[in-house]
């Protein structure tokens, strides 16, 4: 018997051959069967979008960027504002014959040469014919052709349907006003670094000022073009294309007023460069809301500039903190009227000199022992005296008065840079600073957070948080007015209508450089010395000016600072901004029409009857 494999088959049996035979068979049918099926899964089906990644692979997307939105003064004048341009760039080593569709309801395709293309070109970018025939020859994988082109000029570019070209886009910031306003407006800067161990980017916002701040509003939201390509690399006119519009950027309107703006820089500049001064700044405010119509610097930079100093990048109104002075005095007769019996008649008697535990208080000149109405102190700016009333208060009152309008805190105003002064708490003061800080030694204030004392006694008590923002504008010209946030009472109306008298006698008793024809006005002048930069110690002066009008109904604030002049330094009214401050209230009460006075000033004698300047 012929043996037999152990499935009891015999292999020379020919039912065995036809066994192996047919479960090869059923084998191969089987796997093309699962083939075919799967063919049909993946093209019929396709479940892990293989349709779909080959449509990816022919698509491309292209950054449509957004305009950064403008900055305009309270007038809609334009302060800042973007133009896009663009860099036509080329390929060298890629310039070759290429086709492209004849039109855009076409699938008929067109050969361009070179040469036509050169032509072509040139025509559009207003070139020779050779100029752009040497910019396409060479190898090289990146070459700018021609500079700054607009968007119409690069769209007509990339129509030429030349895969070798390229747009570069560019969004060029401009500053038409120059530094006329300049550290307000700020400066738009991007930094782009790669990051280390990585070959990624990282952008850093170096921006200053409304740029900064308000960069969200004015950056806007890019768009994208999606385009499908052909095998051959040629755009496809009819294929599936998608759009998603740039959002571009809201315009930032200030309260700033560019006149006024340009008015201040102009009196502040020419003010300090006759005193010699290290720097003076400027606040022209609305006694009304707090919006700021003017923050004027000597000098300051102009944002379209590359060249330019960190300290002029910022309105000095609020980066620099300085000994206000005697105008601090308008704050301590608010506290002393508010909270205790003084009214501008009190009589008080002033020493020659005060002698006060332990420590001697001086007046800026040389007087006997005098009787003096508190507005008489004040007028004639005497530390004595101001000492006098002022210790009637309690020094945790004093402190707490000058924490009630907000010095030794940020103001909150809309700009990069500010400083918040400097106020110690009054357990830390020595014996002398709890009386200096009545008459503005011991303390350091930005002259924005002083002018503030004078909008609120304008404002007849009530502190307005200082505003540069007017409204948010969308493209569409849609406005979204920045409201204005409610006032808080710091003293009565009758105390606010006090110190305006004390003011307005400051003016036509002792600072009649401050006086405007037509119009009521008070203020306060200020002298303090300025802490050396070097050394330990004082090496100049600060002096001051700060005011409102009209008094019976007051407008607007305007103050002036000018930081270590050099000419009689330390007399106020030779080396001080009286005259400035006119000149420039003058002009913000013209500019808003405000009709003049129709009341003549109140006089306060600075003496009690049947007493002088003898005693």
């Known amino acids: 018997m012929a043996p037999q494999n152990s499935n009891g088959v015999n292999p020379g049996d020919p039912r065995g051959i036809g066994r192996r035979g047919f479960l090869a068979s059923a084998a191969a049918v089987g796997g093309l069967g699962i083939l075919s099926t799967r063919l049909l899964y993946l093209q019929g089906f396709d479940p892990r979008g ?5 449509k990816e692979s022919r698509t491309r997307t292209q950054i449509i960027p957004a305009l950064r939105g403008q900055i305009l003064d309270t007038n809609n004048k334009v302060l800042a504002r973007s133009v896009q341009r663009y860099n036509i760039t080329v390929d060298q080593s890629a310039v070759t014959t290429f086709q492209r569709f004849k039109n855009n309801q076409s699938q008929d395709k067109e050969e361009v040469t070179p040469t036509q293309l050169v032509y072509q070109l040139a025509d559009i970018l207003d070139m020779k014919d050779s100029e752009v025939k040497s910019a396409l020859d060479g190898t090289s994988k990146y070459k700018v052709i021609k500079e700054n082109v607009t968007p119409e000029v690069y769209t007509k570019v990339m129509d030429l349907g030349a895969t070798f ?27 782009e670094a790669a990051v280390e161990g990585s070959d990624k980017t990282q952008t850093t916002n170096n921006s200053t000022g409304i740029e900064r701040v308000y960069d969200e509003a004015l950056r806007g939201t890019d768009g994208e073009r999606i385009f499908e390509i052909s095998a051959d690399g040629i755009r496809i006119p009819v294929g599936d294309e998608q759009t998603k519009k740039a959002q571009d950027g809201q315009n930032v309107r200030l309260t700033i007023n560019q006149d006024i703006q340009y008015f201040a820089q102009e009196v502040i500049a020419r003010r300090v460069k006759e005193l010699k001064a290290q720097w003076g700044t400027v606040v022209v405010m609305k006694v009304d809301d707090g919006s700021i119509i003017a923050l004027g610097d000597s000098k300051t930079m102009d944002p379209g500039s590359e060249k330019f100093e960190l300290e002029d990048m910022t309105p000095r109104s609020i980066s620099q903190a300085v000994e206000p002075g005697s105008t601090e005095k308008i704050l301590t007769s608010t506290a002393v009227l508010e909270d205790t019996d003084v009214t501008p008649t009190t009589v008080f008697d002033v020493p020659a000199e005060l002698q006060i535990e332990g420590q001697t208080i001086n007046d800026a000149f040389t007087h006997p022992a005098q009787k003096r109405t508190f507005s008489g102190i004040i007028t004639d700016s005497m530390n004595t005296g101001t000492v006098l009333a002022g210790k009637k208060l309690s020094k945790e009152q004093r402190y707490n008065w000058l924490k009630k309008y907000g010095m ?20 830390d003061w020595d014996i002398r600073q709890q009386y200096t800080v009545l008459f503005g030694q011991g303390v350091a204030q930005t002259p924005l957070q002083t002018s503030l004392v004078f909008q609120t006694v304008g404002n007849l008590g009530i502190y307005q948080k200082p505003r540069i923002v007017e409204a948010v504008i969308d493209s569409d010209g849609t406005e979204h007015p920045i409201p204005v946030e409610e006032g808080r009472r710091i003293i009565s109306e009758e105390t606010a209508r006090e110190t305006l008298s004390l003011m307005e006698n400051v003016v036509v008793q002792n600072a009649k450089g401050a006086q405007i024809t037509g119009y009521r006005t008070g203020g306060k002048t200020g002298t303090a010395q300025a802490p050396s930069e070097t050394q330990a110690g004082y090496d100049g002066y600060t002096t001051s000016f700060f005011g409102v009008a009209p008094i019976e109904n007051p407008q607007f604030v305007v103050s002036v600072t000018i930081q270590r002049p050099q000419s009689n330094a330390s007399n106020v009214g030779l080396a001080g901004g009286a005259d400035q401050f006119s000149q420039i209230m003058e002009k913000v009460l013209h500019t ?20 002088d300047e003898k005693g």
Request: glycine share 14%.
């Open 408 to 427: 030794g805190e940020l103001t909150g105003i809309e700009l990069t840079g500010e400083s918040q002064g400097l106020v110690p708490n009054y357990t």
């Open 165 to 191: 070209l390229y747009g570069e886009v560019k969004s060029e910031r401009m500053y038409p006003n120059g530094s006329v306003g300049g550290s307000v407006v700020g400066r738009f800067s991007m930094i």
């Open 50 to 54: 293989i349709a779909e990644q080959a």
């Open 592 to 611: 808003y029409k405000v009709p003049y006075s129709t009341t003549e000033p109140v006089e306060i004698p600075k003496f009690p009857d049947g007493h």
